[in-house]
């Protein structure tokens, strides 16, 4: 136990609390860092003359609140969305918030908590668990196969035995970086109406980088399905922390019940309109990581890793072990820090995740996955 959850646990924190450590990466100063799935380039420089130039303009009414409803934002949002999902999206159909996170908190607030319960199906993104923690709701871990993909009968009947609130479906899945087909999504929404009307979240934060399309379309005609989307990713603003949702409008509705007053600054808001001003140059960027993350899966497989398909900007890889067994991932993870690399240890047994660089940040994660397949291999002969 850490000192700062000892020190927690001395509060009369809440029971589901209790012994939890916050979500994080480490952030080591070590010359190539590939641990945190952020963009790896920068924002162009007209891109940031833009953002000045918009945040100017919104200083100048800083004594004033910002737009509580986001309209501008809502409407830039929407039609990035119609242009490259593959389904019209209304102003109506969009809500903001500071970050994805923000977004699945706001929808567990408004259809979770106290009495209710929400399903993931894990290993997938740790945050979903935890805001549910924290928003009061229960947590339900459901099943996924050996090779992570998710089993349509198999988490249909998870669904029916627990009967959740809420399902979350993580597309392409973090950390595993496999996408779930539509008809599976279709399957699990099926099943969680007909046991009690459930929200489904789908979780699109690295849909950009797919091999596949957006599930936008299944939005038409199912009320109790969310796509929940981010701009940290695919536009290479992490630090800006704006995530957006579409669902029917009803829903928007609904989670303005429990937003806070104002929640989106006038800042926050300038900035993502100047960085939608420049979708198609930012969309550039993720072609190339697309190619260096397909560069990862085959360089990897070819060194002798085993590799899970990955359609995010991340891949899971671990060294296979006789007997089918997963190898202990740590050692790996010391072996790739000793030499300047930075990758994630997510908990997954066997498995280590790294994110997409810049070719010249890929090559050294290579160089340094190679040698130590090497010495495993010459340890284990």
Known sequence: ?????????????????????????????????????????PLPEPLVERIAERVREAARGLNRYPDRDAVELRTRLAAYLSRTGGHPVAPENVWAANGSNEVIQQLLQAFGGPGRTALGFEPSYSMHGLIARGTGTGWISGPRAGDFTLDPESAARTIAENRPDVVFVTTPNNPTGNAVPAETVLALYEAAQSVKPSMVIVDEAYVEFSHGDSLLPLLAGRPHLVISRTMSKAFGAAGLRLGYLAADPAVVDAVQLVRLPYHLSAITQATALAALEHTDTLLGYVEQLKAERDRLVTELRAAGYEVTASDANFVQFGIPAPGGEPREAHALWEGFLARGVLVRDNGVPGRLRVSAGTPTENDAFLDAARALIKEDEAGTA
């Open 1 to 41: 136990m850490s000192e700062s959850t000892s020190r927690i646990d001395a509060l009369p924190i809440r029971a589901e609390l209790r012994g939890k450590s916050p979500y994080g990466a480490p952030q080591l100063d070590v010359p190539v860092r590939l641990n945190t799935n952020e963009n790896p380039y």
